[in-house]
């Protein structure tokens, strides 16, 4: 006569599995670097993960989160806090079972146990929704981008340079989180919008100088693409990574960085110029809010009060400014960040808790009234703090310019 495995030894093996599979992901992700599907894996492991991540990180032990033992760790912790739970559940279920025995019907009566049903149903509900919100957050919502299409009018606006298209292109984080094949898909739909001119918002990369090279390879087809060009400014992602080291890579695949400087859409040849031109547009970049000085007198220099401008900046906390909003402000005609990804997660009836601005849900996403011009903020296309996407999905940006 064979017996059956001790309970414990199930829960143990089952309990090693899962951590051995979710560190594999991770260390994948995090200290061998691989790509594609594993870092999708990896996002679905770290969701699961949190409950170990959190007391870690709480202990000021952020470092560990690519090193192997702290990945190890994180993910024992987790593991043993979700299967100490499904043991919870599993025993108040047998519970409800063996407190029905008495009603049981007659052999041939149908089973009509109320309390049966229901906690068939509640660990069937917890069961689904466990496994379920996770992998939509980690791997589908995230790939499912939008493209978001507006309409601004300009006082002054030459009429050669009504209805300039203009695609915004803002936190594609390639990184741990986000895979090259993510970027590369936002990349084509942006080119299919034959933009005029392509803005970029920053945070190219997520972590470290390693994707930098390899960022500015994928966007490199977009600035090619643009009739007169591509512009775009650091983000504060960039500045922890190595910000000198992501300019020159942007500028190398022929992008024109902006941060604290100003160029000219010529109307005449809709060409950028770097010096002042007769009739045009200026395209005017500010410099990170946090990580980098942001010079307006270096910005707006040599931009004459009668030209139009567009402002291109990473963080929209920028538009808040009192300089910008003082009585002698600078000129702005509309202002395009990014940033603060929506949120990344929208819960119903409670809105996006976790925005990145001191403003709250005001920069949360979309066309935002702000204290001196219109401002549009990019929702994004990659991920940060969490790797998940729920009811933000990414998105790029089609601004058309019309004379106002």
Same mark, same amino acid.
């Given at each position: 006569m064979t017996t059956d495995p001790q309970p414990h030894t199930r829960w143990v093996t089952l309990w090693a599995t899962l951590v051995l599979l979710s560190s594999l992901a991770n260390i994948g992700a995090w200290v061998? !670097? *691989?790509? /594609? &599907?594993? =870092? &999708?894996?990896?996002?679905v492991a770290w969701l699961f993960g949190l409950p170990g991540w959190v007391p870690l990180y709480a202990l000021g032990m952020r470092g560990i989160r690519d090193h192997p033992g702290g990945i190890i760790a994180a993910n024992a912790i987790a593991w043993a806090c979700w299967l100490a739970g499904l043991a919870v559940v599993l025993a108040v =279920?047998?519970? *409800? !079972? =063996?407190?029905?025995?008495?009603? =049981? #019907?007659? #052999? /041939?009566? #149908?089973d009509l146990s109320r309390r049966r049903f229901l906690a068939n149903a509640g660990a069937g509900s917890l069961g689904v929704g466990f496994v379920g919100a996770p992998v939509y957050g980690a791997c589908i919502e995230p790939g499912m981008l939008r493209t978001r299409r507006y309409s601004i009018a300009i006082d002054g606006l030459p009429a050669a340079l009504d209805g300039l298209r203009v695609v915004q292109f803002a936190d594609p984080h390639l990184g741990p989180r986000v895979p090259a094949a993510t970027i590369e898909a936002a990349v084509a739909a942006a080119i299919e919008l034959a933009p005029d001119l392509v803005v970029l918002n920053g945070d190219y990369v997520a972590d470290g100088t390693r994707e930098i090279e390899r960022v500015a390879s994928l966007i490199e087809p977009l600035a090619d693409a643009a009739a007169i060009g591509a512009v775009g400014v650091l983000g504060n992602h960039d500045w922890w990574a190595n910000g000198p080291l992501v300019r020159d890579a942007m500028r190398a695949r022929g992008v024109r960085m902006i941060d604290n400087h100003r160029l000219w859409i010529d109307a005449g040849s809709k060409r950028l110029s770097q010096t002042p031109v007769r009739e045009g547009l200026a395209v005017v970049g500010l410099g990170d809010l946090t990580e980098d000085d942001t010079d307006l007198g270096r910005a707006f220099g040599g931009v004459g009060g009668s030209t139009p401008r567009l402002v291109v900046t990473h963080q929209p906390d920028t538009a808040e400014l009192e300089e910008l909003g003082a009585e002698h402000g600078p000129r702005m005609d509309l202002m395009l960040c990014g940033h603060t990804h929506g949120g990344q997660v929208r819960i119903p009836l409670v809105g996006t808790p976790l925005i990145p601005s001191e403003h709250g849900q005001k920069y949360a996403g979309g066309l935002v009234s702000g204290p001196s011009c219109p401002v549009i903020v990019s929702r994004g296309i990659g991920m940060s703090l969490l790797p998940v996407r729920v009811g933000v999905p990414p998105e790029i940006s089609l601004i058309t310019l019309t004379r106002g």
């Open positions: 061998w !670097h *691989l790509g /594609g &599907v594993v =870092r &999708v894996a990896s996002n =279920r047998r519970y *409800l !079972h =063996r407190s029905d025995e008495s009603t =049981r #019907p007659e #052999p /041939g009566e #149908p």
